[in-house]
């Protein structure tokens, strides 16, 4: 399931494609996808100019000039294509393959934009668990899928006071308070296992446990594993792609997540000098928390 840097990932693509420009021509190829589409879906599309694209957690916004947000989720297995029109093109910083023939004409290939780059877009998925849906840009705040959702993790509300704060007197394991969606929106299962490693922290210690000196490097963990991942196109592990077609590479890099049994790679602290650092000896261990695989070593993370 795509997490927030994947769909920051594909925001980052489908934008010289859709930000700025019209969608010239919708094509919805079935009534719905996790949810009906809205009525006259299409005509409330065609036409209209994309203002602004954002990222809200996992959700894609595109702002259109009729006042409305196209609002978008990948669900488990979404993907965005964007195709050049007439030939291979270079949009801004990325290379957009011709579209082949019948692309936008698969079995899951549920929404088709044409905009005026010219460009095609094509939402396709597999298993239907994505949706898109179009919400009056400002009353968006207040929707059903927004009113309850807690900040941006790699915004600057995303601090050490906020964090100390949140995670104060709870007593549920970190792992778990970090990804409750209300209190930091966007965190998944593969983000919060690597953070907590950078960070030196168990995943099953009680969230209100803390040390006040934990916080700053929790909080730096979490938002550098965010940017390294979004920086390297997101992680793949079986459906996303990035707009372009290319997959991400961040699971490459990851040091825990996935790797249960392997040799660790952090650095423990070596006994004979301080500050002087050897390789962790220990292997990654796996542990089930609230449903959900837990990655951590138990000797770099305390
Ligand atoms: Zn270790």
């Known amino acids: 399931m795509p997490e927030l840097p994947e769909v920051e990932t594909v925001r980052l693509g489908l934008a010289p494609a859709l930000e700025g420009h019209v969608i010239t021509q919708a094509r919805i190829r079935r009534g719905n996808l996790r949810i009906p589409f809205p009525p006259r879906f299409a005509e409330r599309l065609t036409g209209r100019k994309v203002e602004r694209l954002t990222r809200r957690a ?8 009729s006042g409305e947000t196209l ?5 488990m297995s979404g993907r965005m294509s964007v195709y050049a ?3 291979r093109q270079k949009l801004g910083n990325y290379v957009y393959d011709k579209a082949p023939d019948g692309a936008g004409d698969g079995k899951h290939d549920h929404v088709v934009f044409e905009t005026d780059v010219p460009a095609r877009i094509v939402f396709n998925d597999h298993r239907r668990f994505g949706l898109m849906t179009l919400v009056a840009t400002d009353a968006l705040d207040q929707d059903k899928l927004f009113k309850d959702m807690g900040i ?3 915004s600057d509300k995303f601090n050490a006071a906020y964090l100390a704060k949140a995670l104060g007197g709870k007593k549920t394991p970190v792992k778990s308070a970090l990804l409750d969606q209300r209190l930091v929106a966007g965190l998944g299962n593969i983000y919060v296992c690597e953070a907590l490693f950078r960070a030196g922290i168990s995943p099953k210690r009680l969230a209100g446990s803390l040390k006040k000196d934990q916080i700053a490097p929790l909080l730096k963990a979490i938002k550098s594993v965010l940017k390294d991942a979004i920086a390297a196109g997101g ?9 372009t077609g290319d997959p991400g590479n961040f ?3 990851f040091l825990v997540y996935g790797r249960e049994g392997k040799p660790c790679k952090g650095l423990a602290s070596s006994s004979e000098a301080v500050g002087h650092k050897k390789r962790c000896k220990d292997t990654v261990k796996r542990i089930v928390q609230a449903g959900r695989s837990s990655f951590y070593c138990p000797a770099c993370q305390k």
């Open 152 to 154: 941006e993790p790699l």
């Open 235 to 243: 992680s793949t592990l079986r459906d996303h792609a990035q707009a």
């Open 251 to 253: 699971q490459h890099r």
């Open 85 to 87: 029109e007439g030939h």
């Open 58 to 65: 996992k959700y894609l916004l595109a702002a259109l000039d």
């Open 71 to 75: 609002v978008i989720h990948l669900g």
